[in-house]
């Protein structure tokens, strides 16, 4: 059985995969240590260096890496670029952090996909945990339709030509 939590474009996602019967076992303590996450000093400090390193560092990127985040940029309304998201690191705090965890888990929006080999009742056990424990535990209020906005993309029409230039500091 094997787990990850990562950032999706709404918030965090959680895959978990293997042929065992203590996968919502596995989830529910996932799901705990999200809602009672304990942010050290210590390993915040080293992160943000690690991500101001890494945001100085973008125009030292591979160019499909490069040109892969300038069309995120132009094509996605809610992206930011390198330079934005460096800027506002100074802003950055294990205080700002807990803070926003704590808001950002006030209003939830609980998306799953089942694939393998579930039962129904399955599913329905695996929903109830979620919402037990992100709703009704953590006190969280389901988001209103109107507040789940999905990222809008541009349709580039066909035969008309469109650039964006960057320049390299370097």
């Not at 399955?122 to 535990?137: F, G, P, S, T």
Request: glycine letters at 2%; hydrophobic letters at 35%; aromatic letters at 8%.
């Amino acid at each position: 059985i094997s787990y990850d939590v990562s950032q999706d474009d709404s918030g965090f996602a959680i895959r978990i995969s293997g042929f065992n019967n203590k996968q919502i076992v596995l989830l529910k303590k996932i799901l705990e240590h999200v809602i009672k996450l304990d942010v050290k000093e210590d390993r915040f400090s080293v992160n943000k260096v690690e991500l101001e390193e890494d945001l100085k560092n973008s125009d030292l990127r591979e160019p499909y890496q490069q040109v892969g985040e300038l069309k995120c940029n132009v094509m996605f309304e809610k992206e930011w670029s390198s330079e934005e998201r460096l800027e506002y690191t100074n802003d950055l705090n294990v205080d700002s952090l807990k803070s926003f965890i704590c808001e950002f888990l006030k209003s939830i929006c609980i998306e799953c996909l089942f694939c393998g080999n579930l039962l129904e009742d399955d599913v329905k056990e695996i929903r109830a945990a979620l919402e037990n424990v992100l709703l009704e535990e953590n006190k969280a209020k389901p988001l209103l339709p109107m507040q789940h906005l999905l990222a809008r993309e541009y349709k580039l029409k066909k035969n008309i030509p469109y650039t964006y230039e960057k320049r390299s500091k370097i």
